[in-house]
């Protein structure tokens, strides 16, 4: 397990983080810890629980403090009483060691698709908040989850399955409408490293297609769309992995788009791709449209196309009856504005 944040952390943080860890882990009422100031305290704590998700039972602590001495009590706030912790963190490591069974021999790659995918398809974002949907126990518990919430399942599934995983944490922007603060994963593998937002791939899934518009993005590509990061984090600068083009979805000519436009009306198939012919602006759009119109026109049928317009991401499906195309343009980010 990579303890990152740990290791980023001066001496006294160091001791703190060791301190709060041992006594949460063990229960505690309250116990000593050396004294931070009061900003320090909060993000060693924060980022102790960035650096060990399965502890999904305390959010939150208060603290009292002596003149002169140079420890505080700490006192943790836990999300359920003593005996119900006890019961959840067997069915959470049930759970997690159930989940990644089948995956243990997949290669790295496979197993990041497998953590992916499982969250595509069987969490939902919760718009309700829950206290819980922010923990593990959320969305691998009940099956909801926002996006802190699921960037923390996501590491303690790679955790399981022997992946280098960090959680990131960007800044709320108030001038761009988005209120909170905003959470995904770092995962490195074959020695890169690469963005991974399966919140934002969750809320663009349907029941029919898993998104893969952010899996294994690098700096350039992710923060088109996301806000800067609070805590400094490993480059990404590997774009060659981003999951559409490794998948040779990934097209420069509107002559390919056609023809696999084509194809996809043929097989009655979604077409999911990435532009990636220069920019996808307005006129590059219209000639796309033109395309889809026109090939599913031919079998009688329309095109509904979604864009996710920042990742130049095209989902197009094709359905029975004449009419005008549909377009959608897709916000990722629905659940964290």
């Excluded at 923390?152 to 909170?180: F, R, T």
Aim: hydrophobic share 35%; proline share 3%.
């Amino acid at each position: 397990m990579e303890q990152y944040y740990y290791n980023h952390m001066n001496k006294a943080q160091q001791a703190a983080y060791h301190s709060i860890l041992s006594g949460v882990k063990n229960l505690a009422d309250e116990f000593q810890i050396p004294a931070l100031e009061g900003e320090e305290l909060y993000n060693v704590f924060f980022q102790m629980r960035l650096d060990h998700p399965e502890i999904f039972w305390v959010t939150g602590f208060r603290y009292k403090y002596y003149q002169n001495s140079p420890n505080f009590i700490f006192i943790p706030e836990y999300l359920f009483k003593k005996e119900k912790i006890i019961e959840h963190q067997k069915a959470m490591n049930a759970r997690v060691e159930k989940l990644v069974r089948p995956a243990m021999k997949f290669s790295e790659w496979e197993k990041e698709k497998y953590v992916h995918d499982f969250i595509c398809e069987n969490i939902h974002y919760d718009k309700l908040k829950k206290p819980y949907s922010h923990e593990i126990i959320g969305p691998l518990g009940h099956g909801v989850g926002v996006c802190e919430g699921i960037a923390k399942s996501v590491k303690v599934l790679c955790d399981a399955l022997g992946i280098w995983c960090i959680i990131v944490i960007s800044e709320a922007n108030p001038e761009k409408k988005i209120k909170y603060r905003h959470a995904w994963n770092v995962i490195r593998i074959d020695g890169k490293y690469y963005h991974l937002d399966v919140t934002f791939d969750n809320t663009l899934s349907r029941d029919d297609a898993v998104r893969y518009d952010y899996v294994n993005l690098a700096d350039k590509q992710i923060f088109r769309d996301h806000e800067s990061v609070i805590w400094k984090v490993p480059e990404c600068t590997d774009s060659d992995h981003f999951y559409y083009r490794e998948k040779k979805l990934s097209w420069t000519t509107v002559d390919e788009v056609r023809n696999r436009t084509k194809q996809a009306v043929k097989k009655n198939r979604i077409l999911l791709f990435q532009w990636r012919g220069g920019y996808l602006t307005k006129e590059v759009l219209k000639e796309l449209l033109v395309v889809f119109d026109e090939e599913a026109s031919v079998k009688g049928k329309q095109a509904y196309v979604s864009v996710n317009w920042p990742q130049a991401v095209i989902c197009v499906r094709f359905e029975d009856g004449a009419g005008e195309e549909q377009v959608e343009m897709e916000d990722a980010n629905e659940g964290e504005r």
